[in-house]
């Protein structure tokens, strides 16, 4: 959104925008949560000041709320609220209080809009603006939106391809869900908790700001795993080169025709090569030759798979 309310006085307040950084979900582009924080806490100036991707956003947005506006037969403005006792502030990309769904959010996206990772604004601009209902509108980008080589040097509109195609357009409705809210407003409340104690500690270590912002069980916890996928990714190269030993040791036994050897601590048998017959249907092919049959006799098992965490560890530096 390309209002002043987004960027005057941003450390004093969360808004929907801070959201992926606080959940974690923009990790995965670079944004070190802790650098973060110190932004907010006035420690470290935020430097980021757009690129190809904002400005597009920024140029597309409006157009595409006056599509949807004409629509639907809907007035969707932009809009911010500020709601000092919580530090929120809200700054939606249109609302209507009169239409069936009141919030508009508009992003602009590459391949796919990914509405998990906007799932979070959407409960927050539901929230501050107390409604029930956000109508979540992505605009895929085309391959030639931006033609320039360096945004730096290349911001100008003219490197920029800002045409209208309404069949880029996908839409979602997202309602208002307070069980997902609480647990946002939990790692908001952490969040300005840590960054609290960053202004009264601005030497403070990252590793102190994560022990407030994510809890000692969990870093403990984290510590923990790290340390046992290590070890694992350990025992799995120790298992390769186990398997490669037996293969040279198969080989030899081969060469030198022997069929099991005894040195006192350990013992070497030589198992022979063996095969046998399965039967099994090519259900592709019955499908489509004998339909049927192949409805008949089929059976629908649904596998219902736990919830789990991914872990990846990083190389010391």
Not at 175 to 183: H, Q
Not at 212 to 228: H, R
Not at 303 to 316: M, P, Q, S
């Amino acid at each position: 959104m390309a209002n002043p309310n987004v960027t005057v006085d941003r450390h004093k307040y969360v808004g929907g925008s801070d959201l992926p950084s606080i959940l974690g979900l923009n990790a995965k582009y670079g944004v070190n949560i802790f650098d973060f924080a110190k932004q907010k806490a006035g420690i470290i100036p935020n430097t980021f000041t757009g690129n190809q991707f904002t400005k597009y956003g920024q140029v597309m947005e409006p157009i595409i709320r006056d599509y949807i506006n004409a629509k639907y037969d809907v007035n969707y403005l932009e809009d911010t609220i500020v709601d000092t006792e919580r530090g929120y502030r809200g700054n939606t990309d249109g609302i209507d209080r009169d239409a069936d769904i009141p919030i508009l959010e508009v992003k602009t996206f590459g391949e796919e809009l990914d509405v998990e990772y906007y799932m979070a604004q959407c409960q927050f601009y539901m929230e501050t603006f107390n409604e029930p209902k956000c109508r979540l509108v992505g605009y895929k980008r085309p391959e030639n939106f931006y033609t320039g080589v360096d945004y730096e040097l290349e911001d100008e509109d003219v490197y920029f391809n800002f045409e209208f195609d309404e069949t880029r357009l996908v839409e979602h409705v997202i309602e208002r869900d307070p069980k997902l809210w609480e647990k946002i407003e939990k790692r908001i409340n952490a969040f300005k908790q840590a960054v609290e104690a960053l202004k009264n500690n601005p030497d403070m270590s990252e590793e102190e700001f994560n022990n407030i912002f994510y809890g000692n069980e969990l870093i403990a916890l984290s510590d923990k795993v790290a340390m046992l996928e290590r070890a694992l990714a350990d025992y799995k190269n120790t298992e390769k080169e186990y398997k490669d030993i037996k293969e040279k040791i198969y080989k030899m036994f081969e060469e030198k025709g022997l069929i099991s050897v005894d040195f006192g601590n350990t013992k070497i048998t030589k198992v022979a090569p063996t095969s046998y017959d399965t039967v099994s249907v090519d259900s592709k092919k019955l499908q489509d030759e004998e339909p049927k049959i192949y409805e008949k006799y089929k059976v629908v098992k649904t596998t219902n798979r736990k919830g789990y965490v991914l872990i990846t560890t990083k190389e010391d530096k």
